[in-house]
């Protein structure tokens, strides 16, 4: 799994692992057949036979160790253990699988609404995610705007994980391109209101490395995002911005037609990360400040996606004390009101239009802040883990 800025890490640590209870489904059927190298009909109705069985354990089950090994078992028989065998075991596995979990979910849905019913779902979705496949990750669409922020990360997680991404990008395949749009548009929509620091960096990430066009869309609703939380001095997990840059940032690489944009968003987002820095220094607490220097920092080595010959100015300017030398390297490379900066002028963006026609060379200005004392420290909580450039 990725590393994300995840604020539950020890109950995602009980996810992958979980104790060794004993249960009831047995395996022994089902691992002679994946030890076949080819397979008749009767051990097609071996493997829905302990799917059925796997599932309805699963399902009375109220433990989440219990649950997670359940899961381990059924991913664990997910392959046939010859290579021959696996052309006709694995689509035969995930025929079966993708009923048995549509049930499941049917009969979730209809449970009381309470920790066991959001446990039950969860896991369902962790299972989905763990098997990788694209056809059956369909199933998390319904739940991308859960109002319960695991059961909407798990759901994202399904249709972002690098397996399903590999498949969705085999364009030689009318279904997998299908797919890639119909999940692309579900997830811009999930985007628009999503406010979780760990989720918007599994869409950034996923979106960044999509083929299909539709990809953009979804990053360029995470940047505004971002952006309108800036503008709004809402902001709490600055280190979030390095992902959401980095894949600004990345995206041309997949889609070169549409560097432009993603290049001005990248801009519009880093302009206002420094000017958060410049004017928070008497307002906010020190833990946001230094979160605020790591991603000034680590996103110079992102700008080199689109200026090769920056030479780390930003990372200088903060080192020698920031102030001035910070406003003047800010305005050189974004711009200023009264001239084009290095990144437009090499990209071939402006930032729109003033009022009497003439063209915006300086990126929207950040306010001062609404609080006129400096707020306290946060609580200690984990911060995103700074991505590989």
């Known amino acids: ?66 649950i997670a090994f359940l899961r381990t078992t059924i991913v664990s028989r997910s392959s046939s253990e010859r290579e021959s065998g696996q052309f006709q075991y694995g689509p035969r596995f995930i025929t079966a699988i993708q009923k048995q979990i549509s049930q499941a979910f049917d ?75 119909q999940f692309a548009q579900k997830l811009q929509t999930a985007a628009q209101a999503e406010q979780s620091g760990d ?14 066009p539709a990809a953009n869309e979804i990053l360029k609703e995470i940047a505004q995002n971002r952006i309108n939380l800036h503008l709004n001095w809402q902001v709490k997990d600055e280190m979030v911005d390095i992902w959401i840059l980095k894949a600004l940032a990345d995206r041309p690489q997949a889609d070169p037609q549409n560097a432009l944009v993603m290049a001005k968003n990248f801009a519009i987002l880093y302009s206002l990360v420094i000017q958060r820095y410049i004017l928070g220094q008497e307002t906010l607490p020190a833990s ?5 220097v790591s991603v000034i920092a680590q996103s110079e080595k992102s700008l080199l996606r689109f200026l090769p010959d920056w030479q780390g100015n930003l990372r200088r300017a903060i080192e020698k004390g920031g102030g001035t030398l910070l406003v003047t390297e800010h305005d050189f490379l974004f711009g200023s009101a009264n001239a084009a900066g290095k990144l437009p002028t090499v990209m071939g963006f402006d930032y729109g239009k003033n009022p009497d026609g003439s063209v915006k060379t300086a990126p929207p200005t950040l306010q001062k802040p609404p609080q006129a004392k400096k707020q306290p420290e946060n609580k200690p909580e984990e911060t995103a883990a700074e991505p590989n450039q």
């Open 288 to 292: 946001n400040i230094r979160n605020l």
């Open 1 to 66: 799994m990725q590393k994300t800025y995840f604020s539950a890490t020890a109950l995602l640590l009980t996810i992958f692992f979980p104790c060794f209870p004993v249960f009831a489904v047995s395996t022994a059927k089902i691992d002679a057949v994946r030890n076949k190298e080819t397979l008749s009909e009767s051990d097609t109705e071996v493997i829905e036979e302990f799917l059925v069985e796997a599932l309805e354990e699963f399902l009375a089950k109220t433990d989440f160790s219990d």
């Open 107 to 181: 009969k979730v849905l209809k449970m009381p609404d309470d920790q066991r019913k959001q446990l039950l779902t969860m896991n369902l979705l962790i299972l989905i995610n763990d098997l990788g496949n694209a056809e059956l990750s369909k199933a998390a669409l319904d739940y991308l705007q859960n109002p319960d922020i695991m059961i909407r990360y798990w759901a994202v997680s399904c249709l972002t994980n690098n397996n399903v991404l590999r498949q969705l990008n085999m364009t030689e395949s009318a279904e997998n391109s299908q797919l890639a749009e």
């Open 199 to 212: 989720i918007l960096i599994l869409l950034a990430q996923f979106a960044s490395s999509l083929k299909q």
